[in-house]
């Protein structure tokens, strides 16, 4: 299903068929913001759906790389076969005051704004391999687009633009905390039956 055709489809439901009330960029953009709310979802429950990985490059004489492009949240850090340990920002600087490294490999990691920092200042190149979650690049959506991870969320997709269409005129500011609660809803009953196969225990007796 493309994105056009959900939207469309969404159009009965706010009885905007003609497209009268709605214009099409209008309702794209409700789409974006119901698909950004989705992934956060994805990622709160550490779904597959969003997980993703990439080999950066920590160079000679630097302590930090950048994080890959639509990082939602930095999962897993690894040097070669080595995995580096997560460091909270806090417990970071106290590191840095207790503990002074020279040039050498990585050991800790931090993820901090837009970078990944590190323990040490390398002492040389390090290909550094990053698991991540991953949001969909927004920028090269359009309407003629296959909706991501379709058809498993379609229909939650669609009934978050109709309630953010429905809430256009509205100047509550609970909308946002409703659509998070929706699709956290619906994800963990996805996630659910996936991750969860029931054992009854039964003796089989043939």
């Not at 997980?51 to 990082?71: A, K, R």
């Not at 207790?98 to 590190?118: A, H, L, M, N, R």
């Not at 946002?176 to 003796?203: I, M, S």
């Amino acid at each position: 299903m493309t994105i056009l055709q959900l939207l469309e489809s969404a159009r009965y439901d706010i009885r905007d068929t003609v497209k009268s009330d709605y214009t099409d960029p209008e309702i794209f953009e409700y789409f974006k913001r119901a698909l950004s709310h989705l992934e956060e979802s994805l990622s709160a429950i550490s779904s597959d759906l969003v997980s993703s990985s990439d080999t950066l490059t920590l160079s000679s004489g630097s302590n930090y790389i950048s994080t890959p492009d639509n990082c939602i949240v930095v999962t897993e850090v690894w040097q070669g076969q080595n995995k580096l340990v997560p460091l909270t920002p806090m417990r970071k600087i106290y590191y840095e005051r207790k503990v002074k490294s020279s040039e050498q490999s990585p050991k800790y990691w931090c993820e901090q704004g837009d970078t990944i920092q590190f323990d040490a200042t390398a002492d040389q190149d390090y290909d550094i391999d990053v698991y991540f979650d991953k949001a969909t690049d927004l920028s090269n959506l359009s309407m003629v687009s296959s909706v991501p991870y379709s058809p498993r969320f379609d229909n939650a997709l669609r009934q978050a633009v109709i309630l953010q269409c429905k809430h256009r005129n509205e100047f509550g500011v609970g909308e946002d905390g409703a659509l998070l609660t929706f699709f956290k809803q619906v994800v963990l009953g996805k996630e659910f039956f996936k991750r969860n196969v029931p054992y009854h225990g039964r003796r089989l007796d043939f």
